[in-house]
């Protein structure tokens, strides 16, 4: 072989190149090498070229069964494209190749089957505008494979709120342990096996990774501060319930938030974490912030988890409300440009294992009333109403401040001070409504409101769980009340471009692609069926 | 009035997976009287059997006209399959559908239902075209569908969009082409479908351009 032609070098053909058999000049025609045999390459032009096509030649081609889009020369009728500048004698050697369609493909499809992908290869073609291979994958899968930052390395996550001291007021030197994943995983793994399997461990695994590791702090901005104090008053309710272990509490707050909520209630409920992703420098769910906040409230939950108690525990699954996003009439929001798809979707324990579990009711925490179910649980929630589950919506935003003074016996440094804290209605006395709109809570310490006491809310949210049209509904494969539902197509995966010289990862794409397309499949066979009219073709 | 149906297939179906793609504009045809008879024009021309290259060169032809009418197109709709367990029943599907709005292709004559006195209106402003195409996944369809998964939701029904996706159609290999037909709707040279009839049941999936 005499030349230095490999697959993916960029080339342009020489001047004064004519097609033998059309006797079109090919001259200036670019595009990339697709396959080297001996002396001669195969090209697929790129599109500039394809779409400047002769229509002589392209009918040609076409009528010869073969590929106007790729074409085999000698190598001495190209020159480097990338180079660009090289001179361009004008070829005096005029024979080439022309390429059979059904040869061509075939040959190409060998080579990109011998690229290292296999295993997770879910389609792969070759990209016309660049030296890269184009793959579908699963986000997670990839980015265990080639790195948590894969296609941006070297970019850097931005939290919102960096700390250098955790919510206990610990120093780096005593919460950088938290940043090693087996110790927050450890931290945040439910006490009992109780719905083990809709717990995910997945955010806290990434830790692992040694270049996000040293980038992570703990962080909390003045939303999740206020959210974890709100939490508090959320574990004084169930501190103040009898039956705490009957109501599945499911927390659907933005990732850090729905942490500190969680953190709050550690010594009072098994927390199930279901967080399902990594973050990534790009990534479209800002799945850093739910991991800072986690190492920022570790310590405490750490600590808290671990207290003997005698008092039945709620069961509580911690969701990120961030995990994806949809409009109104189901349609999941497309990945913003650039953005790398690190979504992902719950699943939700059956109406079976609540009933084995002795649950009988939901409550769901929500942002405010106006948020109702994400789509990938509307299933879920339906089914449990339909079953005899009563699914109650809990905003969070229900939960207002109000100044207390502190008592000497929580905080003596503080006594006598006033600080800030959240109760259902924004007063002690208001929460005690919170047993009269939430009938599923029976209350330990009081049976009857005190006169004079009001409540900013007369009733809990009006709330039931519909099924509706979503891209998660009837995907179900696992048949039992949606567990195992399947993602919808693309649905937390990324093109993957990767260079076929160096193998890396140099840039991704969304893959979603459900019903966005025109109509979205809404034809309902009634196509074109306006009355008569003719037709022509 | 005219039929000439479905292209008859150059190249049956291999073993190789097939891919849909569907188009369908409606045309506002008042504001230049000539566009239907120009549409009509280009298919009349096209002879009964074809080479691939000549197929290629025919819908070329159309798709150029079609990008020159589209600043007069209101509505659309498109679509690709790339299910090939689904493309086949969609080509059909679409054929179908549409078929069975027009015109006894046996006697030429208008259907029965089609007359000015039950219509709600008698404005003939739009004219209907209608591309369909089930292709073998090879390099042009997955070319094409690159294209559509490129597009971003909220992109769908804009003009550019369909400007890029009618120059995909001129690239389109028609050695992989199983199947391919082209509607205008109506068919003779004086009708036309009212706005009125276009928000009739049946035309209810089609999406305004922006």
């Not at chain 1, 080579?111 to 992908?117: K, R």
């Not at chain 1, 189901?330 to 109406?351: A, H, I």
């Not at chain 1, 995966?493 to 109509?519: A, D, I, L, W």
């Not at chain 2, 070329?60 to 086949?88: Q, R």
Request: negative net charge; aromatic residues 12%.
């Amino acid at each position: 072989m005499d030349h230095n032609y490999s697959v993916g070098t960029p080339v342009k053909v020489k001047a004064g190149f004519h097609d033998k058999e059309t006797e079109i000049e090919m001259s200036g025609w670019t595009g990339r090498v697709s396959e080297v045999e001996g002396n001669q390459v195969l090209v697929e032009f790129d599109n500039e070229t394809i779409e400047e096509f002769p229509d002589e030649y392209v009918m040609h081609q076409m009528d010869n069964e073969r590929d106007s889009n790729s074409y085999w020369f000698y190598y001495q009728a190209l020159t480097p494209f990338a180079s660009g500048k090289a001179s361009e004698k004008t070829s005096s050697f005029t024979e080439a190749k022309p390429v059979s369609r059904r040869k061509a493909l075939g040959k190409v499809l060998a080579w990109t089957g011998g690229t290292a992908l296999a295993g997770y290869l879910l389609y792969q073609c070759v990209s016309d505008d660049d030296d890269v291979t184009v793959t579908e994958e699963d986000s997670v899968g990839l980015q265990k494979k080639e790195g948590w930052d894969t296609g941006a390395d070297g970019m850097k996550v931005a939290l919102a709120a960096p700390m250098s001291l955790d919510y206990l007021g610990l120093p780096e030197t005593q919460w950088k342990k938290y940043k090693e994943a087996d110790n927050l995983k450890k931290v945040y793994t439910p006490a009992t096996d109780n719905f083990k399997k809709y717990s995910s461990n997945s955010l806290f695994e990434s830790l692992g990774q040694k270049t996000l590791q040293a980038q992570m702090k703990p962080s909390a901005n003045i939303d999740t501060k206020t959210t974890f104090k709100k939490g508090l008053g959320v574990r004084q309710i169930l501190l103040d319930a009898q039956n705490p272990e009957v109501n599945l509490v499911v927390i659907d707050l933005p990732g850090q938030q729905s942490v500190a909520v969680a953190a709050a209630l550690a010594d009072v409920a098994d927390v199930i974490p279901t967080f399902n992703n990594w973050p990534h420098p790009l990534g479209e769910v800002p799945a850093h912030e739910t991991l800072a906040s986690s190492i920022y409230y570790a310590s405490y939950v750490d600590r808290e988890k671990n207290k003997k108690t005698t008092k039945k525990k709620a069961t509580v699954l911690a969701l990120d409300r961030n995990r994806f996003q949809s409009a109104k009439d189901g349609k999941l929001t497309p990945v913003k440009e650039g953005n790398f798809d690190n979504r992902y979707n719950v699943d939700l324990p059956t109406v079976d294992e609540l009933k084995a579990a002795g649950i009988t009711n939901v409550v769901y925490i929500t942002p405010s009333e106006t948020d109702i179910e994400k789509d990938d649980i509307n299933e879920e929630f339906a089914t449990y109403r339909e079953k005899g589950i009563e699914v109650a919506m809990l905003p969070i935003s229900r939960f207002e401040e109000t100044k207390e003074q502190v008592a000497a016996t929580s905080d003596p440094k503080r006594t006598g001070q006033y600080a800030t804290n959240y109760y259902y209605g924004g007063s002690p006395l208001g929460a005690m409504f919170f047993f009269y709109h939430y009938p599923m809570y029976r209350s330990f310490n009081r049976t009857s409101i005190p006169s004079g006491a009001n409540s900013r809310f007369s009733r809990a949210p009006a709330y039931t769980p519909t099924r509706r049209p979503t891209s998660f509904a009837s995907r179900s494969v696992g048949g039992k009340g949606g567990f195992g539902k399947s993602r919808p197509t693309g649905f937390g995966k990324v093109t993957v471009n990767r260079s076929m010289s160096t193998g890396k990862t140099v840039g991704f794409g969304s893959s979603f692609r459900s019903s966005y397309r025109s109509g979205g499949g809404s034809r309902s066979g009634s196509f074109g069926r306006s009355r008569g009219g003719g037709f022509f073709s | 009035m005219k039929f000439k149906g479905i292209f008859k297939t150059l190249f049956g179906p291999d073993e190789e997976e097939s891919g849909f793609v569907g188009l369908q504009l409606v045309i506002l045809n008042s504001v230049e009287d000539s566009i239907r008879e120009r549409i009509h024009s280009a298919i009349a021309a096209m002879p009964e059997e074809q080479t691939a290259g000549q197929k290629w060169k025919f819908y070329k032809d159309i798709s150029d006209l079609l990008l020159e009418l589209l600043p007069f197109a209101e509505y659309g709709y498109w679509d690709v399959v790339d299910d090939p367990k689904t493309a086949e029943t969609e080509f059909n599907q679409w054929v179908d559908d549409i078929d069975s709005s027009s015109i006894d292709q046996e006697t030429g004559g208008a259907t029965e239902d089609w007359n000015d006195t039950d219509r709600i209106d008698t404005d003939k402003y739009y004219i209907v075209v209608s591309l369909l195409f089930l292709l073998q996944q090879k390099n042009s369809f997955k070319k094409l569908n690159e294209f559509a998964d490129s597009v971003d939701e909220s992109a769908v029904n804009d003009r550019i969009t369909y400007s890029n996706l009618i120059q995909q159609l001129r690239q389109l290999d028609f050695t992989t082409c199983i199947s391919d037909a082209i509607f205008v709707m109506p068919g003779n040279d004086t009708d036309g479908f009212s706005w009125s009839d276009m928000r009739t049941e049946g035309w209810d999936y089609l999406k305004p351009i922006f």
